[in-house]
Structure formats: structure tokens, C-alpha cells
């Protein structure tokens, strides 16, 4: 069985998790499911970042010790796994003694190897991004970029690890391994970046400036850098399990360069470890263009989010609306939008027509399809096409493609029992009248059925609903499940509670209002859409 080890970024706990981490988090789970339906045996992690100088401030500012507020905020991560139905196989935290044993053996090695050295550092330093900055991060006007925040002149002695050496390994092998990142203008982003000198990276950072931190195995008046500490998850959550290397890490495209696509990778070659095959960058959500953040009070709460919509809708949203590698801007009204029309009219109804079709036509048991004319070698046709198609994108990771396709192919069977109207065959007492509503009958529920085992990976509750009102057992792999076969015939059919309650789309109020509106009017408008926007923390936008 071909394994296949995937990994999320570890998110930082220094705040709430948000849409932004949850979409990561969503779509990586979206991968494991397919491919173990595929066949292949999966290992899929995610964990959180707990180390270094932000989390030691924000456990500072609440007057909390450290340890107890990472654990705290990590239960909230650990938490959001359970919620979102994650198929995770570990949840790796960073402050864990089997993570730090890791990080000390590889910084070990480095420094007996001889790849680490000591040196005096004179330069600027950026608090925030914990990260010593160059001349060229600097902007014509001397200022520094607002991302650094605080930017101080230090002197101080560190430890340095000779990423500048690896420079011309590391192109070689991007250039030679097509796939090391996808997609393609990452990859271009990261060769480009590399197109300048690399520093020598420092992996230090001096006990009196940052407690919070693994300390160095040669050196305990010194903690490893967070990117260090941090990037080692992947190979520490898995050290001795025969899984490295991984086959896919998922990040935000602010973490590619540089420590997704060149520190770690250099680590690893020093380390003389394989790197991994891809790094699959997805963009940025954002809320009116600007960056979905915790810090700057601009996002969605997930947990407000999935109580009110539910966690499948969620997750078919997120997956339908981003392209990977591109952003996307989060709009109630596109959530509505796709939640209305696709999930509740298409998909919903198609499940209640069929439930309710059989039951009043056929006493509720699927009969056996008794004939095959067009509009049957029609639909059967372009479910092959569907899969053929699905499979391909799910390898090329076009997921909201994958989903189009579905869809497309759900519209496709809501069509198909339009124009063979079970309804009016059922007045039809003819033996081909009734030959066509069996036929009618079992073609809508066996494309139902298939493709709701196709939707399984994206949301997995809704389609084990579908199936086992199809009395369908849970799904292990996909293999023969997805051929057009008979296997409903004779099946009773069991009801099951309306999957997409419909809602109203919301009008904004500052679009809605009319000058002629009673005061009443104007209130009952605002309290409609704060209860339906209530998981939003949106910043007011300020004109003019
Ligand atoms: N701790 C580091 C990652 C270390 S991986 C060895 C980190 N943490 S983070 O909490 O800031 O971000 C975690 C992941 O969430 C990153 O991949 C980041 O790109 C992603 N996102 C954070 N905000 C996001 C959006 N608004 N939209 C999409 N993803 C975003 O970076």
C-alpha cells in the first residue's frame, strides 16, 4: 500500500484559531480522506507552534505562566480538530519532550558536523517577527516595513548554521524536482528569492532575551530559534515510524520563503534527511481585501461559524471558494449564495426527492431498473466522465474543481428526473410506463448514492447521511463503490432530517435601507443580520 505522510503548518498559540487556520486545516484533511479512499495508507498530522517570543509576551500580558497558556490555547486547537471532523493520525505540540528530544539531536548533529558556528551579530532585529533583518528588508525611506513592528540595533554573540553553502544545492533542486512546490508561481516566488545570497541563518537567541524556548544541547545559556524548533515537527511527530519523508506539508504562502522552501529543506540535507516531495501553498482568506487575522480584529470565528451553518457547509465552502495558490475574500453573501443554491437546492432537494419518490411510488424499496434508454446512458455516461475527471484533479489538487464537477453531476441527476417525471409515469399503468418509473426510481437513487460517496472527503457527515438513508454501510475505500452498479435494488429506503435548512439571504442594512422605513422596520433588518453574521469580527471600514 503506497504511504502517503501529510502535514498541516502548527499553528501559533499565541491567539484563538481563526477561518485562515481552519481552511489549512479543512483542506488537509480533505487530501488524507481522498487518498486513503484511493487506497493509500495515510498519515496525517497537524499540531501547534508553542515556542518563542510571541507566546511568551502574550502569556505575559495575561499574567499567566507560559506553560499553563499554551496548554490552554492548545486545547482550543485540539478542540477545533474534533469540531471540524478531522482525520488526523497526531496532533504534535512543540513543547513536547518527544518534539524537543528531536530538535536537540538534530542541532547536535549540525554542530558536530561542524555546520554550526559562533559568531557576533551587529545588526537590526525585529521583535515581532523574531527575525535579525538586512539592508534589503529596509525601505527607501529608512523606515522599516510595518510587519517588523519594533526594530532595535543589537549587538550580541549567537549561533549560526551555514545555510549560505547549501544555495546552489537547493536551486539544482527545485529546478530538477517540478514538484517541489505547487503551484508553479510559488515556485517561482522561491527561486526568485534565492536568486540573492543567503545568509547564514542564526538559530539562537540568548536566554536573557527569550526564556520561552528548547535550549541548545552545546550551549544552555542560548534557546533554538522558533523557525528551528518549529520546522522539526514534521520530522519529529514521525521519527522511527518509517514515514519520512513527508509527502506534502500545506502552508500559507507567508511561510514558503523563506522557511518552508529554504531553511528547512537545507536542514534536512545537512542533516543528510530526504526533503519532502511538495509543498502545497495555498493564499491568504481576507474579509473586504484585508488579511483574515486574530490581531487586527479582522475575521471569522470558526466555532460561532459551524454552530450556525454547520461544520460541512463550512467545509464545502471553503474548499469550493479558494483556488490553491490563489486569495480569496470571504462575503456572507458568497456563503449564502453557494449554501441556498448548491448545498439546500441542488443537493438537498435531490436527497428528498428521491427519499419521497420512492416512498410514494414504490413503498419506500428501491426497485430494479428495468430499462436503458438515452437519458439512462446519459447520466451514466457523464458520471464515468465525473470520476475519470474527479480522480485526476484530486491527484493535481484542484479541489474546487472537484467540486464544480459534483455538483455539476448532482444537477445533472435533479435534471434527469425532471424529464422522466416519476410523477406522471406513475399514471402511466402500461408495462413500459412502469418499467421507465422503476428505471426512473433506481437511476436517481443510484447516482445519488454515487455521488455522495464521491462528496465523502469534503464533507464526510452529510454523505454518510446520504448513504445510509441509501442503507449504505460506512465507506473504508472507495475501489468498487464507485461504479454504476445495482446494488440498491430491493434496498428500503429510511428517512433522514433535512440536511440544508433553507434561509432567507440576508440584506445588508446599508444596502436595504429606505428613508420611508419606520424605525421598527430599520431594527428588525440590523437584527436579522447580526444573528446571521454573528461568527464575523469584521473591523468597521472607515471612508473618506
Ligand atoms: N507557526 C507558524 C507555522 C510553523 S509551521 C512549521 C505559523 N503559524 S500561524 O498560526 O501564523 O499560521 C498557521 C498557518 O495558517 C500558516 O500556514 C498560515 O499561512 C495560515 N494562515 C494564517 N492566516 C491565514 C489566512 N488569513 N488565510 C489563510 N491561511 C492563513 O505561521
Redesign the pocket.
Known amino acids: 500500500m503506497k504511504s502517503f505522510y501529510l502535514t498541516t503548518?502548527?499553528?501559533?498559540v499565541n491567539g484563538s484559531p481563526?477561518l485562515?487556520?481552519v481552511?489549512?486545516k479543512v483542506l488537509g484533511d480533505v487530501i488524507a480522506r481522498s487518498r486513503r479512499m484511493m487506497g493509500a495508507d495515510v498519515y496525517f498530522l497537524t499540531g501547534t507552534?508553542e515556542h518563542g517570543q510571541k507566546i511568551q509576551q502574550s502569556a505575559r500580558a495575561k499574567a499567566v505562566p507560559t506553560q499553563e497558556f499554551v496548554d490552554s490555547i492548545a486545547q482550543e486547537f485540539v478542540a477545533l480538530t474534533k469540531l471540524l471532523n478531522l482525520s488526523n493520525d497526531d496532533f504534535i505540540r512543540t513543547t513536547e519532550s518527544r518534539h524537543k528530544q528531536v530538535v536537540c539531536d538534530l542541532l547536535q548533529k549540525l554542530y558536530d558536523k561542524g555546520e554550526i558556528y559562533r559568531a557576533e551579530y551587529q545588526g537590526f532585529y525585529s521583535t515581532r517577527q523574531e527575525q535579525f533583518l538586512q539592508k534589503k528588508d529596509r525601505l527607501s525611506s529608512g523606515h522599516w516595513p510595518e510587519t517588523f513592528g519594533d526594530v532595535t540595533e543589537i549587538t550580541e554573540s549567537n549561533y549560526f548554521f551555514k545555510l549560505g553553502n547549501y544555495q546552489d544545492w537547493l536551486i539544482k533542486h527545485i529546478e530538477m524536482h517540478e514538484d517541489f512546490v505547487f503551484p508553479a508561481h510559488s515556485r517561482k516566488l522561491l527561486l526568485e528569492f534565492l536568486s540573492e545570497p543567503l545568509n547564514d541563518l542564526c538559530i539562537s537567541r540568548p536566554c536573557e532575551r527569550l526564556e520561552w524556548g528548547i535550549p541548545l544541547p552545546f550551549d544552555e545559556n542560548y534557546v533554538t530559534y522558533v523557525w528551528f524548533d518549529?520546522?522539526t515537527?514534521?520530522y519529529s511527530a514521525v521519527a522511527g515510524k518509517g514515514r519520512w519523508p513527508a509527502d506534502c506539508h500545506i502552508?500559507?504562502?507567508?511561510?514558503l520563503a523563506p522557511?518552508h522552501g529554504i531553511y528547512w529543506p537545507i536542514i534536512l540535507q545537512a542533516c543528510e534527511l530526504e526533503v519532502p516531495r511538495t509543498l502545497l501553498v495555498?493564499?491568504?482568506?481576507?474579509i473586504n481585501g484585508a488579511?483574515?487575522?486574530k490581531s487586527t480584529g479582522n475575521y471569522v470565528d470558526p466555532v460561532d461559524f459551524c454552530s450556525k451553518w454547520s461544520v460541512d457547509s463550512m467545509r464545502y465552502f471553503l474548499i469550493r471558494e479558494m483556488v490553491i495558490g490563489q486569495d480569496s475574500d470571504f462575503s456572507m453573501e458568497q456563503f449564502l449564495k453557494r449554501y441556498n443554491g448548491e448545498l439546500a437546492n441542488d443537493l438537498g432537494n435531490l436527497v428528498n426527492r428521491t427519499l419521497n419518490m420512492t416512498q410514494r411510488y414504490a413503498g419506500g424499496v428501491v426497485p430494479l431498473a428495468d430499462s436503458d434508454e438515452d437519458p439512462e446512458k446519459t447520466i451514466r455516461a457523464l458520471w464515468v466522465q465525473t470520476c475519470d475527471e474527479v480522480m485526476k484533479l484530486i491527484e493535481n489538487f484542484q479541489f474546487h474543481t472537484v467540486l464544480e464537477k459534483i455538483f455539476f453531476f448532482v444537477k445533472a441527476i435533479n435534471r434527469y428526473a425532471e424529464l422522466r417525471a416519476p410523477w406522471k409515469l406513475a399514471k402511466d399503468t402500461s408495462s413500459k410506463g412502469q418499467a421507465l418509473l422503476c428505471t426512473s426510481l433506481a437511476t436517481t437513487a443510484e447516482a445519488l448514492r454515487l455521488a455522495a460517496t464521491l462528496l465523502w472527503p469534503v464533507m464526510p457527515t452529510v454523505a454518510d447521511k446520504i448513504r445510509a438513508c441509501l442503507g449504505q454501510p460506512a465507506l473504508a475505500r472507495w475501489e468498487s463503490e464507485l461504479n454504476w452498479t445495482n446494488r440498491l435494488d430491493g434496498v428500503k429506503l429510511t428517512s433522514v432530517e433535512i440536511l440544508f435548512p433553507k434561509t432567507q439571504p440576508v440584506p445588508v442594512p446599508w444596502k436595504s435601507f429606505q428613508p420611508t422605513w419606520p424605525r421598527m422596520q430599520i431594527q428588525r433588518c440590523c437584527a436579522n443580520f447580526w444573528s446571521s453574521v454573528s461568527c464575523l469580527r469584521v473591523k468597521p471600514v472607515v471612508r473618506g
Open positions: 503548518a502548527i499553528d501559533y481563526h485562515g487556520h481552511y489549512e507552534d518549529a520546522l515537527n514534521y502552508i500559507g504562502k507567508d511561510i522557511p495555498h493564499g491568504w482568506w481576507s488579511k483574515m487575522s
